[in-house]
């Protein structure tokens, strides 16, 4: 099974919510978090008020599961997600190109009820998949965002592509000083 495509919108939704809540440079208004959800194509009822703060408590929690290096921490915390997040699974086939596929709360639950149901089944499905080895804390200096890494090689250690790039100039440029 690959986390591609639908299943893919869960793992990315959880890194947006978590750099959006608790990275320096993070953006938690309620405008932002209805961009997470729009990118990312959670669609099943409108972003209101109300939903901001399940959303910010919500990335502040997985943040713990990006920062674990200790597979057996990841997993305890995810376990006491699970355990503690109400699951209905169910196939659902809205008329979008997902066809076919699963929802793990109700239809009656509310837009973070689902939102954390879909995003913990996903980040639980790629840590049995890969363990840690494509999640983490960027490894850029200075950077607390973090990074999920779906793609089919999985080395990536850098949140974005500007941060790869800075650190990859200045390694060249300490070596070049050096030699």
């Known amino acids: 099974m ?4 639908y299943k893919s919108h869960g793992v990315a939704a959880s890194v947006a919510v978590v750099n959006a809540v608790t990275s ?11 961009e997470i959800l729009r990118e990312c194509e959670f669609r099943w009822q409108e ?24 597979l057996t921490a990841a997993v305890d915390l995810l376990n006491g ?3 503690a997040t109400p699951m209905h699974p169910h196939l659902a086939d809205h008329e979008d190109p997902a066809g076919l596929h699963m929802h ?3 239809p009656s639950a509310d837009l973070a009820h689902r ?11 790629l840590v049995c998949m890969y363990g840690l080895s494509r999640t983490g804390v960027c490894a850029a200096d200075g950077c607390d965002r973090v ?10 250690r850098f949140c974005s592509e500007t941060c790869a790039n800075r650190t990859n100039v200045a390694a060249f440029r300490a070596r070049k000083r050096e030699g």
């Open 2 to 5: 690959q986390i591609t495509g």
């Open 104 to 106: 793990y709360a109700p």
């Open 115 to 125: 939102f954390q149901a879909t995003t913990l089944m996903k980040l639980s499905e």
């Open 147 to 156: 990074y999920a890494d779906t793609s089919r090689a999985g080395r990536r």
């Open 47 to 70: 972003f209101e008020p109300r939903h901001a703060g399940p959303f910010r408590e919500w990335g502040r929690t997985l943040r713990g599961f990006f920062e674990a290096t200790e």
């Open 81 to 83: 997600l699970l355990l």
């Open 24 to 34: 320096a440079g993070g953006d938690d208004s309620e405008g932002a978090l209805r």
